[in-house]
């Protein structure tokens, strides 16, 4: 049952809660295919091999320079259209803990189980990078040096990434209070 | 006159850069960072943006609410940025989109990511403001080719601030400014913390205190000639030194030679925290630099109740009243002179009064207000495109100003470029900081925000503990 849902150029939200008796919340973020990418990468890898060709055959250059440019060509490709993800999901289940999945094209799924007791805090964060500046969603998680990032291949909007925020704030803090009502 | 009382209320949004900021600590530092304090007590919004130090990389919360991005770029000559001429262009842009910023105020000449940042915000159409905190020469090597990046950095600028009138002199010069374009806005102190001490150091014994980088620049040769001197002429009179440099050696092999050792302390670096537990302990302060467009340490001196002796040089005549300071020559015989002059002045100097002075002339809030009005003036100036631009340009020189027309049309070009790749729309407007500090009729204690829910952590760390000492 899909209850709420966002989405822009890149990105879609879903917020879903598809077993509501057993008190389990699912967020994903799906991403747009864009068959722009896939059009610029092969259509460059092509010109490339096509001015390795001609170089070759017009202007008698040697066959070694075919077999490089297939070599960059391949090289190109797997950097830019490596390992797609398709949609990273984030299921809380307010008892236990929270689950991250990573879905890929492939069919592949990889998941990573954070147990609700050793989650400190959920934090919104500006990530600098030299040439940009972008929000991430991570889990503060004790006796830990690292965070845990929920969402580690995409890079989803704010406005998204707040509603998953805030699921993640009400399962933990009712763990929380639970735990000082009982000391 | 309704339209001027909006203008004066208007708040703005600026964006200091530099490569020098916390957790360096030094004149220019210091200036960005009480500036940004005080305008944001005015009700402004500012952000700042300077370098990664160390570790220290990202974005960071400071008092007041103010934003600093570490930007993860390595330094890579005397705390510069390397540059790139074009590198910066994503990430500043990003900041001027994300932050909402409508003014760029940048500081010092010889900050390359200030050059780089001024020229893309003003491709970028924003207002431009720039802050020249030292006096620079012209002919040697590499004078001439800083003053030649600042001529091509201030062809365009919009409005120009310096902090004192022989900067703004030589800032013109070195820069063929209009001068009108100039403002003069002198550094000021925080007298909250540089207070005299509350039982005047008894004056059997009077102690002159230096504090000081010890480098040539700050005159650390001259102190070798004058301090056994001044200890020969007068039997009563004690050095304290603090500060770290190239010329410690020479003062250290000074002490040794004249058996100076019980007269002359060197106390080695001291920490900005502890600069006045060191003055207080004084009675003279000394100031030997051989070139200053303004000199703060005299003013933190003065704060502290202390006679201040120094060379003539730069701007530092126009610092504090002619009764405060004994200026000399930089040639040791007439500084010996004029410290001389000084322990006599001695008895007749009050340090409360001193400071009640200081607190008068000096003050980081009339800096800010002073300093809001460069930023109207500036937003007055009109938008000019690209063509109008270059024709600045290319009056700097017959090459450079081709050369620099060159830059800044690839500039715009790529420009335009990012904005194909990654549309403004896409940039995500950053909230801006809710503070909610335990204050009773702090006005503007608690500022507008956009959004409440991106409430995040960083606020928490600023509830904790609000010290705010500049006022």
Known sequence: MVEFSISNARYTYVHDQKYPSENADMHHIILRRSGSKYIFVYASALLVLACAIYLYFLEEKSISLVYYSLLFDIFLVKLLLRKPVNKESVVIMPAFGVQLETHYMSGKVVRCFVPIDKILKPVLLECVTPVTCYWTLSLIVREESEMVLVFKNLRPPIKMLVHVWKALCAATDNKEETCTHAK | ?471
């Not at chain 2, 203008?7 to 004149?27: A, T």
């Not at chain 2, 103010?66 to 930007?71: A, G, M, S, T």
């Not at chain 2, 009764?323 to 409360?352: C, F, G």
């Open chain 2, 1 to 471: 006159m309704m339209m001027s009382d909006l203008q004066q209320n208007q708040k703005h949004s600026i964006l200091m850069v530099s490569d020098f900021f916390y957790p360096n600590f030094g004149g220019v530092e210091n200036h960005i960072y009480y500036l940004s304090q005080c305008l944001l007590n005015l009700g402004h919004k500012v952000v700042v943006v300077t370098h990664a130090y160390g570790k220290r990389s990202g974005v960071r919360y400071m008092t007041g609410g103010l934003k600093v991005y570490y930007v993860p770029w390595r330094p890579f000559f005397n705390q510069n940025t390397f540059p790139t001429l074009y590198g910066t262009l994503p990430i500043i842009r990003t900041i001027l989109i994300r932050e909402k910023i409508n003014i760029v105020h940048g500081h010092q000449t010889f900050s390359t990511l200030c050059h780089e940042a001024l020229m893309h915000a003003r491709i970028m159409g924003y207002k431009v403001v720039f802050t020249d905190h030292s006096l620079n020469g012209f002919s040697d090597a590499g004078s001439i080719h800083m003053n030649k990046v600042l001529q091509f950095t201030l062809a365009d600028v919009s409005q120009a601030i310096c902090v004192s009138h022989t900067s703004k002199e030589n800032t013109v010069l070195r820069s063929d400014l209009a001068p009108e374009k100039v403002f003069v806005i002198p550094n000021a102190v925080d007298t909250a913390m540089f207070k005299p001490a509350l039982e005047r150091p008894s004056r059997l014994d009077i102690v002159i205190v230096v504090i000081s980088r010890l480098v040539y620049r700050k005159g650390a040769d001259l102190l070798v000639e004058v301090i056994p001197e001044v200890c020969r002429l007068n039997p009563n009179v004690r050095f304290i030194i603090g500060g770290d440099g190239p010329k410690r050696v020479r003062l250290e092999e000074m002490r040794e030679k004249h058996s100076l050792q019980d007269r002359v302390d060197l106390l080695g670096a001291v920490p900005h925290t502890q600069v006045r537990s060191v003055l207080i302990s004084g009675h003279i302060f000394l100031n030997s630099s051989l070139t200053e467009a303004f000199c703060i340490a005299i003013l933190e001196a003065a704060s502290c109740g202390l006679l201040t002796v120094s060379t003539r040089v730069g701007g530092v005549p126009e610092v504090v009243p002619d009764d405060m300071i004994v200026l000399a020559e930089p040639d040791p015989s007439d500084m010996v002179r004029s410290i001389q002059k000084a322990i006599t002045m001695l008895p007749n100097i009050d340090p409360q009064v001193m400071h009640n002075r200081m607190r008068e002339l000096y003050s980081w809030h009339d800096v800010a207000k002073r300093t809001k009005i460069v930023y109207d003036r500036a937003l007055k100036c009109p938008d000019q495109n690209l063509l109008e631009s270059l024709s600045r340009y290319l009056s700097c020189g017959a090459w450079a100003g081709k050369i620099f027309c060159l830059v800044m049309i690839f500039n715009f070009l790529l420009w335009h470029l990012l904005e194909l790749w990654q549309p403004a729309d896409d940039i995500e407007e950053a909230p801006d900081v809710i503070l909610s500090r335990n204050c009773d009729g702090l006005e503007g204690c608690c500022r507008k925000h956009n959004n409440a829910e991106n409430h995040k952590n960083s606020s928490d760390t600023n509830n904790i503990h609000d010290k705010n000492n500049i006022s």
